[in-house]
């Protein structure tokens, strides 16, 4: 079992920057891949990224790929997620996600943080 909060949204014009925190709760936050998903008003909550238990196995989304980094500080038991270069279409609630499989990780995770609201605006 896991708990995720997530923090660090909010307002930001086109082209600014965020980063987003998910702090876990337990010990056994360094058997999990952790993961982003979002989703925009009237849309289905798509994959963002997901990062390995060390952080050696990495996956991103290609509409994120090369302005989103996921990162994750053990000792802390959070993940991170910079986004830079932020567009009008990054409008989304942002929601943290963790799983023991790099596969589910990407579809259907077992644990699911509140959200985070971003918007990015023209």
């Known amino acids: 079992q896991v708990e995720l909060v997530e923090s660090g949204g909010g307002w930001v014009q086109t082209g600014g920057s965020l980063r987003l925190s998910c702090a876990a709760s337990?010990?056994?936050?360094?058997?999990?891949?952790m993961g982003w998903f979002r989703q925009a008003p009237g849309k289905e909550r798509e994959f963002v990224a997901a990062?390995?238990?060390?952080?050696?196995?990495?996956a991103y989304a290609d509409s994120v790929k090369g302005r989103f980094t996921i990162s994750r500080d053990t000792s802390e038991n959070t993940v991170y997620l910079q986004m830079n270069s932020l567009k009008p279409e990054d409008t989304a609630v942002y929601y943290c996600?963790?799983?023991?499989?790099?596969?589910?990780?990407?579809?259907?995770?077992?644990?699911w943080g509140q959200g985070t609201p971003v918007t990015v605006s023209s």
């Open positions: 996600a963790a799983d023991p499989s790099f596969f589910r990780i990407r579809s259907i995770p077992d644990y």
């Open positions: 337990g010990r056994t936050f360094i058997t999990y891949i």
């Open positions: 990062i390995s238990q060390i952080g050696s196995r990495i």
